[in-house]
T-cell receptor, first 112, second 115 residues
Framework: SQTIHQWPATLVQPVGSPLSLECTVE??????LYWYRQAAGRGLQLLFYSVGIGQISSEVPQNLSASRPQDRQFILSSKKLLLSDSGFYLCAWSVRLRGELFFGEGSRLTVL | GDSVTQMEGPVTLSEEAFLTINCTYTATGYPSLFWYVQYPGEGLQLLLK?????DKGSNKGFEATYRKETTSFHLEKGSVQVSDSAVYFC??????????????FGKGTLLTVNP
């Protein structure tokens, strides 16, 4: 069966420090991969999606970047964190372009 | 573009009460519709889905019917339990060019069920 792993689960970082969140999917090939952010409150904002290795689409201009170095690995990064980057980050994958998404457990980032 | 509007709540019910969370959407063509649930501190889990008009998705006692004439996908459960306390998200996967690769989510509805 397919599984998705996301880490770290929680981190606290100072303003201006770098960030790296990792996500891997197991049990499937060539998944579509996504990064969402859930800020205080509950709404979900799509940050990036990828349909293949090295193919990244950004939904909103921001302080973050994403990379897909391997088929089932998706990384969210920042060179210098801002206070506004705090939130709950969710990685997700899908098999088909219109199929349902399967989410990881999330990473809670607090920038101080 | 595509959009999803759901009642924001919060919704507070007593155990065994009837639940309805309204969801309406705007999309071109024939989107697929989903309900996701998020328990505290966790990621989202797919609760149910419907891929064409008049389809009824169901799971764990929850139901939702894809109504194209009213562009709605309301979530219902006949008798809620304390363990149903969570945030519920309505979402659609559209077929228009800009939506082919992502789901569009509503803002979520917080449900609290008291014993």
């Amino acid at each position: 069966s397919q599984t998705i792993h996301q880490w770290p689960a929680t981190l606290v970082q100072p303003v201006g420090s770098p960030l790296s969140l990792e996500c891997t999917v197991e049990g499937t090939s060539n998944p579509n991969l996504y990064w969402y952010r859930q800020a205080a409150g509950r709404g979900l904002q799509l940050l990036f999606y990828s349909v293949g290795i090295g193919q990244i689409s950004s939904e909103v201009p921001q302080n973050l970047s994403a990379s897909r170095p391997q088929d089932r690995q998706f990384i969210l990064s920042s060179k210098k964190l801002l206070l506004s980057d705090s939130g709950f980050y969710l990685c997700a994958w899908s098999v088909r372009l219109r199929g349902e998404l399967f989410f990881g457990e999330g990473s809670r980032l607090t920038v101080l | 573009g595509d959009s999803v509007t759901q009642m924001e709540g919060p919704v507070t019910l007593s155990e065994e009460a009837f639940l309805t969370i309204n969801c309406t959407y705007t999309a071109t063509g024939y989107p697929s519709l989903f309900w996701y649930v998020q328990y505290p501190g966790e990621g989202l889990q797919l609760l149910l889905k419907a891929t064409k008009a008049d389809d009824k998705g169901s799971n764990k006692g929850f139901e939702a019917t894809y109504r194209k004439e009213t562009t709605s996908f309301h979530l219902e459960k006949g008798s809620v339990q304390v363990s149903d306390s969570a945030v519920y998200f309505c979402a659609l996967s559209g077929e228009s060019g800009g939506s082919n690769y992502k789901l569009t989510f509503g803002k979520g509805t917080l449900l609290t069920v008291n014993p």
